[in-house]
């Protein structure tokens, strides 16, 4: 188990126009403010793919799940493509609960989101 | 002393957190073991802490507007449903602005916008939901969860 004061964005990075974004831990309201603010500072560029990897995510709110609305809608109004890489169960049914598994594109591997 | 707050059942739990969102981690931990003790396994225990997490969340985002300092009173108590089956009952009681439980509704998800979710989530998740306005003031949900027989034949 993640310890709650561990980071929940572990890494953000860009390169060749994506924008990759490891998030580790509990995404809760209290840790989404962290992601929110990591994550506008790489939008500024308008990255034409933006990649989540979620692999290490125990937790997720719909908070979180607010947060990658904000994500996607942002992508999506610069032409581009958000991916979300390896999901675990709690956190895929709570795109399934809110219906958002209409919107995303989840991918199991994260090489396999770098090609998308 | 809050007179709408039933006493404690010798098997409930009960938990009395700020209304400060690092609290939550440790609500939800709490709710973990208790569905699982109850009977509950995955999927059903994850959408049970889903659902707690909504209804405090939105307590400490609508009913105290954000302050940290609030009381917040949570309760975990297994309960008997349909056919004897096992269950979960959440009380999750706040002291802040009542509002009309008619006018809290789950919002249209064709609108794809953050925020808005957790009223619809605890509405998917649990059996039972109910908002009331006890008389000493605040807000009061009660939510049921049952547990589905196949899960409770494996035990």
Not at chain 1, 77 to 94: T, Y
């Amino acid at each position: 188990m993640t310890h709650p004061s561990d980071k929940v964005v572990q890494e953000v990075r860009e390169e060749d126009g994506v924008v990759l974004v490891k998030l580790a831990g509990e995404i809760d309201m209290h840790r989404t403010p962290e992601v929110m603010q990591a994550v506008d500072e790489h939008m500024r560029s308008k990255p034409k793919r933006v990649v989540v990897d979620l692999s290490d995510v125990e937790y997720m709110d719909s908070s979180g799940v607010g947060t990658l609305v904000h994500l996607f809608r942002q992508v999506n109004s610069n032409g581009g493509k958000l991916i979300l890489v390896k999901p675990n169960e709690r956190v895929r049914s709570v795109f399934e609960i809110t219906r958002l598994d209409r919107f995303f594109v989840i991918c199991q591997d994260l090489q396999e989101a770098l090609k998308q | 002393m809050d007179d709408s707050w039933p006493e404690r059942p010798s098997d409930a739990v009960d938990l009395s957190i700020p209304s400060e969102p690092r609290s939550l981690t440790v609500v939800r931990a709490a709710v973990e073991r208790m569905a699982k003790m109850v009977g509950f396994g995955e999927p059903d225990v994850g959408q049970i802490i889903l659902a707690v997490d909504e209804a405090l969340a939105n307590v400490i985002k609508h009913s105290y507007r954000g302050a940290t300092d609030q009381p917040i009173r949570v309760r975990f108590q297994p309960t008997k449903g349909p056919n004897d089956c096992g269950g979960l009952l959440v009380l999750v009681r706040d002291y802040g602005k009542a509002v009309d439980p008619a006018t809290i509704q789950p919002r249209n998800l064709n609108d794809v916008r953050p925020g808005g979710l957790g009223v619809h989530i605890i509405r998917s998740v649990m059996d039972e939901a109910e908002y009331s306005c006890p008389d000493s003031g605040g807000m009061q949900l009660r939510m049921v969860k049952y547990v589905r027989s196949e899960q409770a034949a494996r035990g």
